[in-house]
């Protein structure tokens, strides 16, 4: 079942803070995150693992609250690079299933 | 390092004209995904292989069957494209189930 994400859009200006939500309505093994800028393929980001804490990479962070099954996204300090629609991809608990990923989140950052 | 290689780039179809998109990869992944995206609607999953020799459903199977030649091969085949199946392919690989995907650059398909 497709996860949900909010907001679906998003406009930042240079520097700015930003939060992406992804929910399920299934109990998750694990969560991933992908960025796909306009004309490319997604590009992963990372994952997060039920039981495991929470992983960064450079100013962009996320958490995985397996109670609620959701997941959030941080951005800080927005660049101009992070500009792209966000995906999240979820693994149910019966691991060995695909991802299912959500409708995205537009994320313009603008000067 | 090509990663994940998908040919064609761009297609056009007639209605009811049957077409095969293939997808490499060389990194010795052992899970292989197709997935297509339609504007508002993210990715949707229509068939993937944990491993070679084996195949199953996505979320949306209807109208596509695929084929894992090998451990590197893994091809999409419409037998009789319809225009609801207008949209941008991607196939992706992991090492196995569900670790960090790897996208080709996708294969933009049109039927009219």
């Known amino acids: 079942q497709q996860p949900v994400q909010s907001p679906q859009a998003v406009i930042l200006r240079e520097g700015e803070d930003a939060v992406i939500n992804c929910s399920s309505s299934k109990a998750l093994y694990s969560v991933h995150w992908y960025r796909q800028k306009h004309g490319e393929a997604p590009v992963f980001l990372m994952i997060l693992l039920k039981g495991g804490e929470q992983k960064g990479h450079e100013k962009i962070s996320a958490s995985f609250n397996e109670k609620k099954q959701q997941s959030s996204l941080y951005l800080t300090a927005s660049q101009l690079s992070y500009s792209g629609t966000y995906f999240c991809g979820t693994e149910g608990s019966n691991s060995g299933y695909a991802l299912n990923f959500g409708k995205g989140t537009s994320l313009l950052v603008t000067p | 390092n090509a990663g994940v290689t998908q040919t064609p780039k761009f297609q056009v179809l007639k209605t009811g004209q049957s077409m095969t998109l293939q997808c490499a990869q060389d990194m010795n992944h052992n899970s292989m995904y197709w997935y297509r995206q339609d504007p508002g609607m993210g990715l949707r999953l229509i068939y993937y292989s944990a491993s070679e020799g084996t195949t199953d459903k996505g979320e949306v199977p209807n109208g596509y069957n695929v084929s894992r030649l090998n451990k590197r091969e893994f091809s999409l085949r419409l037998e009789s494209a319809a225009p609801s199946q207008t949209s941008v392919y991607f196939c992706?690989?992991?090492?196995?189930?569900?670790?960090?995907?790897?996208f080709g650059s996708g294969t933009q398909l049109s039927v009219l």
């Open positions: 992706a690989s992991s090492v196995k189930d569900n670790e960090k995907l790897f």
